[in-house]
């Protein structure tokens, strides 16, 4: 049965001049989810990012064997953007999110982004057949928006589930028979306990 795990990237540079840069904690969480996947026994058959350099730079930090491959589909939507043109400051984390959660709510995007995602799992779960699995590396837009295609949400759910996501959370989907479902959004488990000093939102 083909798996697909999508993992968000890891804690990028909020505030600074350049945003696609992971933290020094961003390369930890990527380092610890992919240690994470192989502890709960994941064989990544095939490894996929986008094409932003903290996805691609998340995807290294797992260290898995297969070579990751770069789909521009599973690049983030321009949160900044978004941001500066509802007039927030991308500088203030409340802020930030107040004026994101609002522009996206009206974003006259959402729909063609939503279905640019969706499709990037389509043609993805086409070349798993034999039961394989692969690893995404992407943003938390991106998952928000497949969880949202899957579960049936328009804007405003949407907005809930992307506020909500955790750098390097674990999002798995399984196909079957019965077509594909999410079984698992945001798995951050294994940010508790020992580890809770890599939990992060942004």
């Known amino acids: 049965m083909p798996l697909v795990y999508l993992v968000r990237h890891g804690q990028a540079s909020f505030g600074a001049e350049d945003y696609d840069v992971l933290s020094p904690v961003g390369h930890l969480q990527g380092k610890h989810a992919g240690a994470e996947l192989r502890r709960r026994g994941v064989h990544a058959d095939q490894v996929w990012s986008g094409t932003l350099k903290r996805q691609r730079d998340t995807a290294a930090a797992a260290g898995f064997e297969a070579r990751p491959r770069q789909d521009a589909r599973w690049n983030e939507f321009d949160h900044l953007g978004l941001v500066r043109a509802a007039q927030g400051d991308p500088a203030d984390p409340r802020g930030f999110q107040e004026a994101l959660d609002a522009a996206l709510r009206g974003w006259a995007g959402l729909e063609e982004f939503s279905e640019t995602a969706s499709g990037a799992v389509k043609d993805l779960l086409l070349g798993l057949e034999g039961g394989k699995t692969a690893v995404v ?39 079957g028979r019965s077509g594909t479902s999410l079984v698992t959004y945001n798995d951050h488990a294994h940010f508790e306990g020992e580890h809770r000093e890599l939990l992060t939102y942004r």
């Open 137 to 175: 590396f992407t943003s938390g837009g991106v998952i928000a928006a497949v969880c949202a295609w899957m579960w049936g949400l328009d804007a405003s759910g949407f907005v809930a589930v992307n506020r909500v996501a955790v750098n390097c959370g674990i999002t798995k989907l399984v196909h």
